[in-house]
Structure formats: C-alpha cells, structure tokens
C-alpha cells in the first residue's frame, strides 16, 4: 500500500468515480468525497473542507460550476488550504477555456489558482463525455429514439470518461506530468448526429438526431420544468459546437498515457453488448 493518500472531489461522478477505482486498484490511499459519501465534502459548505484534507498529499479537484466566479474563488481558496495542510499537488478537471465565452476568464483564474496556492498542479482540459449518451442526460433521449438538441451539425471532439481517469490517475501517481495543461479528447470530431448514427448501428435501433434552433430547445425544455438558468447554459453550450467554436483535436491523452484515445465507435459497440440502451 502506497503512503500517498489522495483526495478525490466529486466521487459519485462519471470522472471521480472511475478515479477512485483507478487508484484502489493501484493499492494507493483514497478518500472518496461527495456531498452524500463518507467523506462528506461541499465546495459551498467550507466546514466540510477541513475533515477531508487531514493527511492528504495530492487531490484530483472536480467543481460542479466551472467558469463561475464562484469556482475560481472556491478553488484559490480550497487549494491555498489543502497545500498549508501539507498537499503537494492537484489534478483539476477542467475545459478548453475558449468553450465558455466570457467565462474565459474565471475558467483560467480556476487553473492558475493551484499554482498560486504553491501547489504542483496538473490541468486536464477536456471535452464532451462518451458517458453523457449512457449515464447522463443524453441517456433517457437515446432510449427514446430521438435526440432532440440545438447543436446543428457543428463537431466536437468526443472523449472517453475512462481514458480522462486513467490520464488523472498517471498525473497523480506518476512523475512528469507537474506543471502540464493536457487538452484532452477523443481521436476524430463528430457531429452529435455522427454520434447518435454510431449508437444506432451498434445497437441496431431505429435512433435518430433531430437538430433543433435554440428557441425551439427553449420552448421544449421550459415544458419540461427545466429550470431557466440551466436551460440557458446548456443552450450557451450546444452554441459552441454548433458554431465550431469545439472543432479541434487534443493530444492530451498520447502525451499523459502514451496511447491513441479511444474511439466513439468502440465505446458505442462496448456499451450495446452490455445492454446500456436495451428498451
């Protein structure tokens, strides 16, 4: 066993949790926080900060607002606490900063801050997940045959969540990788009709991609009691890349792992055997 202990923020998630199995795997010692885990832990709620960093030594840093002044505040602060209580470096998961607008800016102060804290830090900057279209929200769209969003026919380059923790888990574990920005993302761009088209074939389901004008996505997700200030971000979003704002590769994982990304086509075969989108 390792006498590393390594916080892992955002456990429950599709990154941290494969983070944590990562780790555990490796024999290095995890603490595994959420806000409903054992590790009780609450970037709003700083008296949660304290309990979770006693004897830590590296962190992989997830915050559920990024690009907010709220993250980049909660950040500085969080790392400046976790290097005075003996931590040495953090791992952030973070975004191309251009994919958020005006929020460029609190996206790089977020990154810089664990620097500032006097920490060795790791930036992982990465793109849309495989893993949104079988454990998120693209997931109940896919099961119902019709993916309706306001992305036209713009790319991005889709990335795996286990090639992003297995990139987490050499930065933390592994020598070299201090002081690097890795833009990590899958090996091709794709529309998400090129993604929606790959599922179908892999699941033999008459799935389809209707593309959607920011207001017709408006109007649909504000009848489904979605909240006004999420719908607006998600339509912020899909703007991106359906402007080609995302249309570029990474090399982060060749340059992290020494390995080609995995390609959307393998985890839409992988998933369809294991019956993710059986109806």
């Not at 207001?215 to 080609?244: D, F, K, N, T």
Request: glycine share 10%.
């Amino acid at each position: 066993m390792s006498d590393e202990m390594i916080l892992v923020t955002g456990a429950a998630g599709k990154t941290g949790r494969r983070v944590v199995r990562l780790l555990e795997e490796r024999g290095v010692g995890v603490r595994a926080a959420s806000r409903s885990g054992a590790a009780a832990f609450d970037w709003s709620d700083r008296g949660t900060w304290e309990p979770v960093l006693r004897g830590v030594t590296k962190m992989y840093l997830v915050h559920p607002v990024l690009g907010s002044p709220q993250a980049a505040e909660d950040v500085a602060a969080f790392a400046r606490q976790a290097a005075a209580a003996g931590a040495r470096h953090a791992v952030l998961l973070s975004t191309p900063s251009d994919a958020w607008g005006p929020a460029q800016e609190h996206v790089l102060a977020t990154e810089r801050a664990l620097e500032h804290a006097g920490l060795e830090w790791t930036v992982l900057r990465v793109r849309w997940f495989f893993q949104n279209f079988s454990e998120d929200f693209l997931y109940d769209p896919v099961l119902s045959g019709e993916v309706r969003l306001p992305a036209g026919d713009g790319k991005e380059a889709f990335v795996d969540a286990d090639d992003i923790a297995e990139a987490a888990v050499a930065a933390l574990t592994e020598d070299g990788h201090a002081g690097w920005c890795y833009e990590v993302s899958g090996p091709r761009l794709m529309s998400f009709a090129e993604a929606v088209e790959e599922i179908a074939r892999a699941t033999g389901r008459d799935i389809r991609y209707v593309s959607l004008t920011p207001e017709e996505y408006a109007e649909e997700q504000r009848a489904q009691g979605v909240p006004e200030e999420w719908m607006q971000l998600s339509i912020g979003l899909y703007e991106h890349v359906r402007s080609g704002g995302l249309a570029t590769l990474g090399d982060g994982v060749k340059r992290a792992l020494g390995r080609p990304a995995r390609d959307f086509s393998d985890y839409a075969k992988a998933a369809a055997r294991q019956g993710v989108w059986n109806t």
